[in-house]
C-alpha cells in the first residue's frame, strides 16, 4: 500500500535574488512496512524531502501525496491533523518539552488528539515500556541521558500509531554504540508495528537496517535500490563478515 | 489537563521573569483599588457631607416652587396646616429618621458699620443638630430652642464682619405681605457647612424667630433624614404616591437632584480615574507583551516541535494565553488581597488630606474596599494579562514550522 508519494516535487530558496534549487522534479513512492534511508552531503536536499512529506512545508512545483491526499489542497489546519494522525517525528536533538515528564512528552501529542488523560498516560507508558524506558517515566529531559532522551522522542513518534516516521539525523547527537541500539529499536520497531520508516542520515551503519535505500544529490534522487541489492555491497563496505 | 499543566508549568518555568510580570499585574491591580476605593469614600463623605449639613435625603416644597419660587419666595410656602400634616405622614415611614422645616430667605445683615447679603435659615433647632450633623461648629455655642434671638453665622461671614461672639446684629428682609422689617440677632456661635461659599453668606437663626420677621406661619420646605441614603428611590416614591392620595399639592427633591456641585466633583474624579486606567492598562500591557513575546523567542523550537507533532495555530495560541490567564489569575487575586490589606493600614494610619476646593475642611483618607471594586478590577487585571498575550500568541502561532524547528 502506497503511504507517500511525491509527484514531480521542487523546491527552491531564495538567496538574495538567487532561487537555489533544494530538490529538483522529484518523484517517489513509499510503500507501508518499508524502512528508507535517505542518504546525501550536507545540502543536498534531505531535510527539505522530509519537511515536504510532514506537511511543514510546501513544494513550488509538483504534489506530494500521502494516502492519496493531495497536501497542497488542505487548509494548515488539516495539515496539523494529518500530522498528529499519520506521521511521526523524530529529531536530531530529540525536541522534547524540558518541563514535562518523558511520561507527559510522550503523552502529549495524544493529548493534542484530545484522548482522555487516563487513556492518554496508559498508552504513553505502554509506549515508553516498547522502547525500553519503563523505569524512567516520571525524568524530565534533563535527568535522561542522550540516547534515553532519543527513546522518549522515538516512544513519542509511536504513541499516535502513524503510517509512517520520519526521523532527521535521529542518531547525529549519540555516541556509536547508543546509535546502533537506537537503530536496532527502530528496525525492531518497525518490524513488529510494521510502520513505514525513513530516514536522513550520513552515518553508514543505518545502511545495513534499511530495507531501501535513497541518495539524494543536488536535489535530485540518483540512486533508489532495494536492500537485498545492496545487503551484501553494505556489508563489504561496513566490513562486516559475509555468510 | 496535561495542556493545562503544560502552561502552568511554563509560567514557573522562567520565576523570576514571572514574578516581575505578576508585580505587574498586582501593580495594576492594587492601584485602581487604591484609588477607585479613595474616589469612593471621596464621594460618599461628600454626598453624606451634603446631605447631612444642607439637603437632607429629601426635601418637599409646594407645587410649583421650584419653577416659580425664586421669584415669589413668600407665594409658595407650606402652610401651617399642611406642613402639620405633612410631618405627621412622613415621620409615619420606618425608613425615616427624622423631618424638620426650614424656612429660607434672603436679608441684610448689619452690625451698625457695615452691610451683609445673607442667605437665611429658620430652623428646628433640635431635630436640626441631627440632621446637620456635618455642620461644624467652629467658635461659641450651638442654637437651642430657648435662644430666641441667637444666630449661628457662617464662619466666613463671621470673620468677614470681624465678629465676636454675644455680638448683637441687625437682620433685614422683606416679610411675606412684601413690607420690609428688621429683628435684632444675637451671635452665639461660628459654623461651618464644609463649603466655602455657602459658609461665607449663610446664617441660622431659629424657626419661630425667622417666621416672626417674615410674618408667616409657613415654611419654604420640609427637610427629610433617611436611615440610608440607599432608600431615598423607594421613599420618594412612597411619599409621592401618599400625597396624590390625599391630594396635597407638594413636590419632592431627593438630594442627587439638589447636588449639582457632587455631580459636577464625580464627573470630574470619574474622568481621572479613566485617565490613570488608560496609564496603569499601559503600563501592565507593555510589561506582560514583553514577558510574553521573550517567551516567544526562548521557545521557538518548542514552538515548531508542537506544531510539528500536530499541534494546531490555535493550540499554540491556546498555550500562550493560558499562560497569561495564569499568571492574570494569580496577579489579580494577589493584587486584591494586597489590595484589601493596604486600604485597611492606609485607613487605620488616619492620614489626613488637605482642604479640598471650594471645601472648608479636612478629612482623613479613607479607601473603601467594596466587593463591586474589588471583582471589577481583579477582572480587568486577569483581562489586561489575557490581552496583552493575544499579540505574542498569534506570533507564535504563526511561525514557518522548519524555521521554527532550525532555531537554535
Not at chain 2, 406642613?83 to 412622613?90: M, Q, Y
Not at chain 2, 456635618?134 to 461659641?140: E, N, Y
Not at chain 2, 507583551?289 to 521557538?300: D, H, I, Q, S
Request: no cysteine; charged share 20%.
Amino acid at each position: 500500500m502506497t503511504v507517500v508519494k511525491l509527484q514531480g516535487v521542487s523546491r527552491y530558496f531564495p538567496v538574495g535574488n538567487t532561487p537555489i534549487t533544494a530538490l529538483d522534479k522529484v518523484d517517489l513512492t513509499l510503500e507501508k512496512g518499508e524502512f528508507v534511508v535517505l542518504r546525501g552531503a550536507s545540502g543536498s536536499g534531505k531535510s527539505t524531502l522530509l519537511n515536504l512529506i510532514g506537511a511543514m512545508d510546501d513544494p513550488n512545483e509538483g504534489e506530494v501525496f500521502i494516502h492519496g491526499m493531495a497536501l497542497s489542497s488542505l487548509s494548515d489546519k488539516q495539515k496539523s491533523q494529518l500530522r498528529s494522525h499519520y506521521i511521526g517525528f523524530i529529531f536530531q536533538s530529540f525536541n522534547l518539552i524540558p518541563v514535562l515528564t518523558a511520561l507527559e512528552n510522550v503523552q502529549y501529542p495524544l493529548s493534542l488528539q484530545r484522548v482522555a488523560n487516563k487513556e492518554g498516560k496508559y498508552r504513553a507508558a505502554q509506549a515508553l515500556e516498547q522502547v525500553g524506558l519503563a523505569d524512567f517515566i516520571h525524568r524530565r529531559p534533563n535527568q535522561l541521558s542522550g540516547g534515553q532522551m532519543q527513546r522518549v522522542a522515538i516512544a513519542r513518534a509511536l504513541v499516535t500509531k502513524p503510517d509512517i516516521i520520519l526521523a532527521d539525523e535521529p542518531t547525529a547527537n549519540l555516541d556509536s554504540e547508543t546509535s546502533k541500539q537506537i537503530m536496532d529499536l527502530l528496525g525492531s520497531l518497525n518490524r513488529n508495528t510494521g510502520v513505514t520508516f525513513l530516514f536522513a542520515t550520513h552515518h553508514d551503519f543505518v545502511l545495513s537496517r534499511a530495507s531501501r535505500i535513497l541518495e539524494l544529490k543536488d536535489g535530485h534522487i540518483v540512486k533508489d535500490e532495494p536492500v537485498q541489492h545492496l545487503n551484501l555491497v553494505n556489508q563489504i563496505a561496513l566490513g562486516e563478515e559475509v555468510g | 489537563m496535561l495542556r493545562l499543566k503544560l502552561a502552568l508549568l511554563n509560567v514557573l518555568r522562567n520565576g523570576r521573569r514571572s514574578f516581575i510580570t505578576l508585580l505587574a499585574i498586582q501593580f495594576g491591580v492594587i492601584s485602581l483599588i487604591l484609588m477607585g476605593g479613595f474616589f469612593t469614600s471621596m464621594y460618599e463623605g461628600m454626598r453624606e457631607n451634603v446631605i447631612r449639613s444642607q439637603l437632607g435625603h429629601i426635601q418637599i416644597y409646594q407645587a410649583g416652587f421650584n419653577q416659580f419660587g425664586s421669584q415669589q419666595p413668600e407665594d409658595y410656602l407650606i402652610d401651617a396646616e399642611t406642613l402639620h400634616k405633612v410631618t405627621k405622614l412622613v415621620e409615619s415611614l420606618e425608613q425615616v429618621e427624622l423631618v424638620t422645616p426650614r424656612l429660607n430667605f434672603t436679608g441684610l445683615l448689619t452690625d451698625g458699620n457695615r452691610s451683609l447679603a445673607v442667605v437665611v435659615e429658620g430652623i428646628n433647632p433640635d431635630k436640626e443638630s441631627l440632621l446637620s450633623s456635618a455642620v461644624k461648629l467652629t467658635a461659641g455655642e450651638d442654637l437651642f430652642e430657648e435662644d430666641t434671638d441667637g444666630a449661628l453665622i457662617g464662619d466666613g461671614l463671621f470673620k468677614s464682619l470681624n465678629l465676636s461672639i454675644g455680638a448683637s446684629l441687625t437682620l433685614m428682609a422683606t416679610t411675606a405681605d412684601g413690607s420690609f422689617d428688621a429683628r435684632d440677632v444675637t451671635a452665639i456661635g461660628a459654623i461651618s457647612t464644609g463649603t466655602r461659599e455657602v459658609d461665607n453668606r449663610f446664617m441660622r437663626m431659629n424657626l419661630q424667630h425667622a417666621q416672626a420677621l417674615m410674618y408667616t406661619e409657613g415654611v419654604t420646605r420640609l427637610v427629610v433624614l433617611l436611615n440610608d441614603t440607599k432608600q431615598t428611590d423607594e421613599v420618594m416614591a412612597l411619599l409621592s404616591q401618599a400625597f396624590k392620595k390625599q391630594g396635597l399639592a407638594l413636590e419632592l427633591r431627593s438630594w442627587s437632584d439638589l447636588a449639582d456641585y457632587y455631580h459636577e466633583v464625580v464627573n470630574l474624579f470619574d474622568g481621572i480615574f479613566f485617565v490613570v486606567q488608560i496609564i496603569v492598562l499601559a503600563i501592565v500591557l507593555l510589561g506582560i507583551v514583553n514577558t510574553m513575546v521573550m517567551a516567544v523567542m526562548e521557545r521557538t523550537q518548542e514552538i515548531g516541535t508542537i506544531r510539528a507533532i500536530g499541534g494546531t495555530r490555535s493550540e499554540v495560541m491556546g498555550l500562550f494565553i493560558s499562560e497569561a490567564f495564569i499568571l492574570g489569575l494569580i496577579g489579580s487575586l494577589l493584587g486584591v488581597i494586597f489590595a484589601i490589606l493596604l486600604a485597611q493600614g492606609i485607613t487605620a494610619a488616619g492620614i489626613m488630606m488637605p482642604t479640598p476646593p471650594g471645601s472648608s475642611q479636612t478629612y482623613p483618607i479613607r479607601i473603601f474596599t467594596e466587593a463591586d471594586l474589588l471583582w471589577q478590577n481583579g477582572l480587568f487585571g486577569l483581562l489586561i494579562a489575557v490581552v496583552s498575550s493575544i499579540y505574542p500568541a498569534v506570533k507564535a502561532s504563526r511561525m514557518v514550522i522548519t524555521k521554527a524547528l532550525r532555531f537554535a
